[in-house]
């Protein structure tokens, strides 16, 4: 059975750093596209990073060069490092497995002042 478990979202200030961490059983981390997704309110859910099993990663328009996609396979994790949040980061943050229907219950991230 495949499991997703996000976390780490909070309430940050805008400028501010958080780290979310998706926990992975089931499949495995190293052989996977593994992707963090988000969804602000009232919109549709966006891809914003990914990396695949060399270790390419690419990054949506949005968020590069402040956010930084990493894995620990011996721990079968993936991590979404956020440095200088905005106000526009608001939103709940899914990991997600590539090309499947894996999906965690998302973990919430809101930057406000």
């Known amino acids: 059975q495949v499991q997703l478990v996000e976390s780490g979202g909070a309430l940050v200030q805008p400028g501010g750093s958080l780290r979310l961490s998706c926990t992975v059983s089931?499949?495995?981390?190293?052989?996977?596209?593994m992707q963090w997704f988000r969804q602000a309110p009232g919109k549709e859910r966006e891809r914003i990073a990914t990396?695949?099993?060399?270790?390419?990663?690419h990054y949506e328009d949005a968020v590069k060069g402040r956010f930084t996609i990493s894995r620990d396979n011996t721990k079968n994790a993936v991590f979404l490092q956020m440095n200088g949040v905005k106000v526009e980061d608001t939103g709940v943050y899914y990991c997600h497995v590539h090309n499947t229907n894996y999906w965690g219950q998302g973990t919430q991230v809101t930057v406000s002042s």
């Open positions: 990396i695949v099993d060399d270790g390419y990663t």
């Open positions: 089931g499949v495995s981390v190293a052989f996977n596209r």
